[in-house]
């Protein structure tokens, strides 16, 4: 157990993601254990997600997981970017449809409300990550088409175009088992556990502007808050 | 005053002031008769005025103790007084008791990794805490605690089985108040699978953070691998950077 914090530290301080570890024998000299011991810490680092071990080739820093920052609440793209990923987002759907009694209980809005309801597929270093589904209210943001949200940050779109300031978003954080749909989209297999990301989004006037559910791999994000520094 | 009601204000304020904690057995009324220099009696009737009024709780063949409060919803501790806490664990159900189990506790010595999170010197020993927390008598978390011991006394000593230890910290005036959290969804923990009875493989939620108090130091870190599917994680996301 404390074997293998002091590995994290020394990845945490002198590793990049990506990068090889050192051979087993010689980690487990430089911490003057036993091979065994080494082992089991490494294997407690996989199941940590903090390392992958290959067969035969040696064990790997593990790639760095999208960061989102609730203290300073971005797009999507700016969070993937901003752990050095190449970003693509694909769109699937754009339609405006009313709100059923599901989400009228869920978020707090009537039976019927027209939203746009956009679907698309987030990529990180071109691998699936997230199926995204977003509902926008057809009210804030009256006339809002294919094009504003096709390659395109949707709360970038709000902001110019319709002049609205997103503020803050309450979300959930769950885990669920992955639709037909969603393990085709994501490469998984189906009902395998998958991230539920939901939230509601208000603007600096406190409306809802917008409300997603979003299905995320769950090895590919961390969320992270921070109150002190 | 009556005598009785005299010794009942003496032992409150004990209570109130963290001398006994929440959890904790009291004296036997024969000791603490002998150390207010009272009839057993008279401890016996303020035990039972304590006992109406719900600090206290009698347990046939185990003694007394200090009443637990009554959580509404769970909160593993996460949510503190000040409301400054960010990621907040809540399990699905009203009414729960949280119990726990300490696997081990105990000295930790040299720990880069721990010194580097806790912010003191690697000469500085930690107290390790390992426990399984249950609601309901269902196991629902483990969590890996480390504080550092030298702010603490008896720490050691102390039964986390029944105190809580943030009622611990807080009578030491090193409760947590501000955290960094971090938030992963695992895979594959075998061993943390094996204590919350689920299968292996099955996901977990884990939950890191750092604790700081108001005087401005880390008070405790803490890793915590919690199920799926007696929890759910809830957070404000804020367009705000709201660091002070």
């Known amino acids: 157990m404390f074997l293998s914090r002091e590995i994290e530290y020394l990845i945490e301080n002198e590793y990049r993601e990506g990068q090889a570890l050192p051979p087993e024998r010689d980690m487990a000299a430089s911490f003057d254990v036993q091979r065994d011991t080494l082992r089991s810490a490494l294997d407690l680092l996989e199941q940590k997600g903090i390392i992958l071990k290959r067969e035969r080739i040696g064990n790997f820093v593990a790639p760095s997981r999208v960061r989102f920052d609730l203290n300073k609440y971005r797009s999507t793209k700016r969070y993937i970017e901003g752990v050095g990923k190449k970003h693509k987002v694909i769109l699937l759907t754009f339609e405006k449809i009313s709100i059923d009694r599901r989400h009228d209980e869920d978020y707090l809005l009537p039976e019927g409300t027209l939203v746009y309801r956009i679907m698309r597929l987030r990529y990180a270093n071109d691998i699936p990550m997230a199926l995204e589904r977003s509902h926008v209210l057809c009210e804030m943001a009256s006339g809002l088409n294919e094009e504003d949200v096709h390659k395109k940050s949707i709360y970038s779109t709000l902001k110019n175009k319709f002049n609205i300031t997103i503020a803050n978003s309450k979300q959930k954080v769950t885990v669920i088992k992955a639709n037909g749909l969603e393990s085709e989209l994501l490469k998984i297999e189906r009902d395998e556990p998958v991230m539920r990301y939901e939230g509601i989004v208000y603007d600096s006037k406190g409306r809802i502007v917008e409300f997603f559910d979003n299905t995320i791999l769950m090895d590919s994000v961390e969320f992270v808050s921070q109150s002190f520094v | ?244």
């Open chain 2, 1 to 244: 005053m009556t005598k009785y009601r005299e010794i009942e204000k003496k032992i409150l304020e004990e209570i109130k002031n963290g001398h006994y904690l929440p959890g904790e057995t009291l004296e036997s009324e024969r000791i603490l008769a002998k150390k207010y220099e009272v009839n057993r009696m008279t401890v016996k009737h303020a035990f039972d005025a304590l006992t109406e009024k719900g600090y206290i709780e009698r347990s046939h063949g185990k003694g007394t103790f200090v009443k637990k409060k009554n959580f509404e919803k769970l909160d593993l501790d996460f949510d503190k007084e000040d409301g400054n806490t960010g990621i907040t664990a809540l399990v699905e159900w009203h009414g729960i008791m949280i119990s726990n189990k300490v696997l081990s506790k105990g000295i930790v010595n040299g720990s880069r990794y721990l010194s580097d999170k806790l912010r003191i010197g690697l000469d500085e020993p930690v107290f390790a805490l390992h426990r399984v927390r249950y609601g309901n008598e269902e196991p629902i978390a483990v969590e890996y605690t480390y504080v550092p011991s030298s702010y603490f006394g008896n720490i050691g000593e102390m039964d986390f089985k029944n105190v809580s230890l943030y009622d611990y910290m807080a009578s030491f005036g090193k409760l947590p108040k501000k955290f960094n959290q971090k938030l992963r969804l695992i895979e594959n923990a075998e061993k943390e699978a094996e204590h919350l009875k689920i299968k292996k493989g099955s996901p977990l939620y884990y939950f890191e953070f750092i604790g700081m108090d108001g005087d401005m130091e880390i008070v405790e870190y803490t890793e915590s691998y919690i199920r799926c599917d007696k929890c759910e994680f809830r957070f404000t996301a804020t367009t705000k950077k709201s660091l002070v």
